[in-house]
């Protein structure tokens, strides 16, 4: 791997350290909040609300029937700002349309339907509304990575992250689960308000209100709905384990010790995440360079292969003294499961997540779009079968299977592309 001094210095000029560092405390300040709330809410509580939250992000999967994928690729491949501004307004119009109807539906659900533990019923309605915001704070993000604006885009998602910490934190050792809920509100509308305010210049300008005509409408839509049927496929593969183990365990303290173990694995993934996230565009402005393609990716596959094999091997080898530092001794029981996961998270992180990014770049949607499915018809069958004979142990080595199978079939789709 050739990689010049001179090279790390152009990206950490470019943003690469903005957006890391970020991420950074990001992820050290959702640790915290999750450490602490499971230490100030009781085992059955923290159950009972990671159903409900469970059942929010299922609904997000569908968020803004894909606009912020579509405003992050449009944007970043259209040359001029004009038509930037427009593809994120029409984008922001149409997610907050698309989005009011997923609200109003997850509203009916968590009054009029089927709820496999109880006790999540009220927090599935008290959340309904989090889609509206959530679809507004996305696209902001989305449109700041796209004009390369990676110092803003990294102050914004901190904003977030250490405003959520402290007011859920603060709210839910007053009012417990309900005040956890109302802190999240209050962090997404503070964060909308600020991120409003950066792009002000570009939402409320008048040289392109109403002007939709000029740009490509039916593409970027069609882009926009394979994407995130794509990414729900894929997102599926963090979000079923735990509705299912809800479903056939029915055992608030179960699924509480699970998500516990997925906690660090499944957050972690910000590490790939970070340099796709910076990457991305770079890669969709040379799109059509296979070789640059085919150079980049491997660079990055190797580095991610290193980093992330010293991150797993250490978590594996100290998961007796993390789990109960940092979230209890009363989770334990979580650490068989966390050390499958572990395994998962190399597995994805060096090659799935990155991959993945990178078919998406260069257009290729309907690729991930086909890996998704299969990949999802696998996760199904193989989360009933493991959880109903192993419990929620089968949940994690479900989704170790299916990282495996994602990869190598990301693999094969992304050989073919940079041939």
């Given at each position: ?5 001179k ?9 690469l350290v ?5 991420n ?6 959702q640790?915290g909040?999750?450490a602490?709330l499971?230490?100030i809410?009781t085992?059955?509580?923290?159950g009972?609300?990671?159903y409900?939250q ?6 997000l999967l ?5 606009v912020t994928t579509?405003i992050?690729?449009?944007?970043s491949?259209s040359?001029?700002?004009k038509?930037k501004r ?6 922001l119009?149409?997610g907050?349309i698309f989005n009011?109807i997923?609200?109003i539906?997850?509203?009916l659900y968590?009054?009029?339907g089927k709820?496999a ?5 009220n927090?599935i ?6 889609p509206?915001f959530?679809v507004?704070?996305n696209?902001i ?10 110092t ?6 901190t904003?977030n992250?250490?405003?959520y910490?402290i007011l859920?934190?603060?709210?839910s050792?007053?009012?417990?689960v309900?005040?956890?809920?109302i ?9 909308v308000?600020l ?5 002000r ?6 040289r392109?209100r109403k002007?939709?005509t000029?740009?490509?409408?039916v593409k970027f839509l069609?882009?926009?709905l ?5 990414n729900a496929m894929?997102?599926i593969?963090?979000?079923l384990?735990?509705?299912l183990?809800?479903?056939f365990?029915r ?18 993934v910000?590490?790939p ?5 910076f990457?991305y565009?770079y ?5 059509q360079?296979?070789?640059w393609i ?7 596959t ?6 992330n094999a ?5 978590s594996?080898?100290?998961s007796?003294?993390?789990i109960?530092l940092?979230?209890g001794?009363q989770y ?6 966390f050390?499958?996961?572990m395994i998962?998270y190399?597995?994805?992180?060096s090659?799935?997540i990155p ?5 998406a770049s ?5 690729a991930?779009?086909?890996n998704?499915?299969?990949s ?5 069958v ?6 109903l004979r192993y ?5 994690a ?5 299916v990282?495996i ?5 990301h693999?094969?789709?992304?050989r073919?592309?940079?041939k």
């Amino acid at each position: 791997m050739n990689i010049k001094l001179k090279d790390i210095d152009k990206l950490l000029k470019k943003g690469l350290v903005q957006i890391f560092s970020a991420n950074v405390i990001n992820k050290v300040a959702q640790f915290g909040t999750l450490a602490l709330l499971s230490r100030i809410l009781t085992k059955s509580d923290y159950g009972a609300f990671s159903y409900a939250q469970n059942i929010m992000s299922f609904v997000l999967l569908l968020e803004g029937a894909g606009v912020t994928t579509g405003i992050l690729q449009y944007c970043s491949i259209s040359k001029d700002y004009k038509t930037k501004r427009k593809y994120l307004k029409f984008g922001l119009e149409f997610g907050i349309i698309f989005n009011i109807i997923l609200s109003i539906a997850m509203l009916l659900y968590g009054v009029f339907g089927k709820i496999a533990i109880e006790d999540s019923r009220n927090y599935i309605i008290l959340l309904s509304m989090i889609p509206l915001f959530s679809v507004v704070y996305n696209s902001i993000q989305s449109y700041l990575r796209s004009t390369l604006r990676n110092t803003e885009y990294s102050v914004l998602t901190t904003f977030n992250t250490v405003i959520y910490l402290i007011l859920s934190v603060s709210l839910s050792y007053v009012s417990g689960v309900n005040g956890l809920i109302i802190g999240m509100y209050l962090a997404y509308l503070l964060t909308v308000i600020l991120g409003i305010w950066y792009i002000r210049k570009d939402l409320f300008s008048n040289r392109t209100r109403k002007e939709h005509t000029d740009i490509e409408r039916v593409k970027f839509l069609k882009y926009s709905l394979i994407t995130v049927m794509t990414n729900a496929m894929s997102q599926i593969l963090y979000l079923l384990d735990t509705q299912l183990i809800g479903i056939f365990v029915r055992d608030e303290a179960v699924l509480a010790s699970y998500k516990i173990a997925t906690t660090i694995p499944f957050n972690i993934v910000f590490i790939p995440l970070s340099i796709m996230t910076f990457v991305y565009p770079y890669f969709a402005q040379n799109r059509q360079n296979k070789k640059w393609i085919k150079e980049k990716t491997k660079q990055i596959t190797y580095g991610l292969i290193v980093i992330n094999a010293v991150i797993t091997i250490g978590s594996i080898g100290l998961s007796k003294i993390i789990i109960p530092l940092l979230f209890g001794k009363q989770y334990l029981d979580a650490v068989p499961c966390f050390n499958i996961l572990m395994i998962g998270y190399f597995i994805s992180g060096s090659f799935r997540i990155p991959f993945g990014n990178i078919l998406a770049s260069m257009g290729l949607v309907r690729a991930n779009l086909i890996n998704a499915v299969f990949s999802g018809i696998a996760n199904i069958v193989l989360d009933i079968v493991l959880i109903l004979r192993y419990g929620s142990i089968g949940a994690a080595y479900a989704t170790l299977l299916v990282f495996i199978i994602s990869s190598i079939i990301h693999f094969i789709f992304i050989r073919k592309a940079i041939k």
